[in-house]
């Protein structure tokens, strides 16, 4: 289903659809993101994840209110959601989902097809600004396409291809439980945990055997395959988020996780800590404030980290607890973050990652100057503060209006944005954000309250000049 780029949305959704779109133009959009209870706490953190999951989220969408929303996006009177599935073995089966959300009372008649040479039929009523489950049968794993057409018509109101793929295989033991990606699936997206506020998440590869320390009786789990992304596709194709082939669904359920056993202490090797971090900006010669945040099993001790410079100095260190965040002060620059645990000498987690110099901003006679002083390349969306305060903002088909400009500055580059509106507020980021999505490095200020679009820095741009 191909899906019209419209945008109507307000206040912290609207600056993620800014993110999103600047993060599909680029191809930088996964088609699997870490679940938002996941990221870090920052607001940016969680806008990017929220966008990039955009697509994956409309695709799996089966009640009403957000059917009827992903078909308000996509401008269409019917929306089909169809979700790729998995069997417990080759000769088993799977059963896939589809559902169809229809403001018109209709019959729709769908065809369902193989690579195989398999092939189904069948038809469902709709009533008006209803929603109806296809009665799809199992399928044993492979490739599948799917037409849905309204009763009368010639062109499908929806042609989707999906996969039923090998479900991962989950056993639990003493505090672990040890997840099997089969070799002949994708990469799979695996989120588990005991609640929203203490997720964990982790790609594996096909073929991949994790064990991972849990401390809890009971955690849920999902997993999805890793949509790779299209070398061929066009800027036009990977604006629409809709394109290519629906998430296949690998399995999700709960697992009770034997508490009662003796267990040696939890392992570097055994994902028991996630640290995300918001990395804010630092202007000139100032700091930047860095925001960490702890997902981790309750049974670690010890806990401690270390923040390094380039030259192997230690330039922050603490102690940690889970689901309390702290901020450190960095002047610009790239260090190295280690987290520790139960007195071991590796550390259970090392990343590297930049405080970027804040963009400068010059406003001018009805433009903005916008200098970068990274060597790093950045992407920015410059966008009129009043879109956030509209409650029905529709930018139409084309993300560039007067009220909202993107932008990629070269290393060390400077650029001039055309701008008619009275006030702007730039958003900026690195092109190239953290494979994990968990640390984010900014090169604009951004408010600590999420909810604070008031506290976003804005410029006033001369017009009357």
């Not at 599909?24 to 929220?50: H, I, K, S």
């Not at 559902?99 to 018109?104: G, I, K, N, P």
């Not at 192997?312 to 260090?335: D, E, F, H, I, N």
Request: net charge negative.
């Amino acid at each position: 289903m191909h899906a019209r780029r419209t945008r109507r949305v307000a206040g912290r959704a609207l600056v993620g659809a800014l993110l999103a779109l600047t993060f599909a133009t680029t191809g930088l959009a996964g088609a699997e993101a870490a679940p938002v209870e996941a990221a870090a706490p920052a607001p940016v953190a969680r806008l990017v994840d929220g966008a990039n999951a955009g697509r994956v989220q409309a695709h799996r969408a089966t009640d009403r209110a957000s059917l009827e929303h992903a078909a308000e996006e996509a401008d269409e009177d019917v929306f089909v959601s169809v979700q790729g599935s998995c069997a417990p073995s080759a000769k088993k089966t799977g059963k896939p989902d589809a559902v169809v959300f229809s403001m018109r009372k209709a019959t729709f008649d769908w065809v369902l097809t193989s690579t195989s040479g398999y092939r189904k039929t069948g038809s469902a009523k709709v009533k008006r600004d209803g929603v109806v489950a296809l009665k799809l049968p199992g399928l044993r794993p492979g490739s599948y396409r799917i037409a849905v057409t309204e009763r009368g018509a010639s062109t499908p109101v929806s042609d989707d291809t999906f996969e039923v793929r090998l479900c991962l295989q989950v056993k639990a033991s003493c505090k672990a439980v040890r997840f099997t990606n089969p070799a002949s699936n994708p990469a799979a997206d695996l989120f588990y945990g005991a609640g929203d506020q203490q997720s964990f998440d982790l790609t594996l590869a096909p073929g991949e055997v994790r064990s991972v320390r849990v401390d809890d009786k009971r955690i849920s789990y999902s997993a999805w395959a890793v949509v790779p992304e299209d070398p061929d596709a066009t800027p036009g194709d990977e604006e629409d988020e809709l394109d290519g082939p629906s998430p296949a669904s690998l399995g999700l359920g709960t697992v009770k996780v034997d508490q009662s056993c003796k267990a040696k202490a939890a392992t570097p090797a055994q994902n028991a800590v996630q640290t995300s971090a918001l990395v804010g900006c630092a202007a000139g010669t100032a700091t930047g404030p860095v925001t960490f945040e702890w997902v981790a099993q309750r049974s670690l001790k010890n806990r401690t980290y270390e923040v390094f410079d380039a030259a192997g100095s230690v330039v922050a260190q603490g102690s940690w607890t889970r689901g309390k965040p702290k901020t450190v002060a960095l002047p610009a620059g790239t260090y190295t973050y280690r987290a520790y645990a139960n007195k071991k000498a590796q550390p259970f987690e090392e990343t590297t990652f930049s405080v970027l110099g804040c963009v400068e901003v010059t406003p001018v006679c009805r433009a903005l100057d916008l200098t970068n002083p990274n060597d790093a390349v950045i992407k920015l969306v410059v966008v009129d503060p009043a879109l956030f305060d509209d409650p029905d903002v529709d930018l139409g088909d084309d993300p560039e209006s007067d009220q909202l400009q993107e932008r990629t500055l070269a290393g060390r580059a400077s650029g001039t944005v055309a701008w008619t509106p009275r006030e702007a507020v730039v958003l900026a980021f690195a092109d190239g954000p953290d494979p994990d999505a968990r640390f984010q490095q900014l090169a604009s200020p951004f408010p600590a309250d999420e909810d604070d679009l008031d506290g976003l820095p804005r410029s006033t741009v001369p017009q009357d000049c």
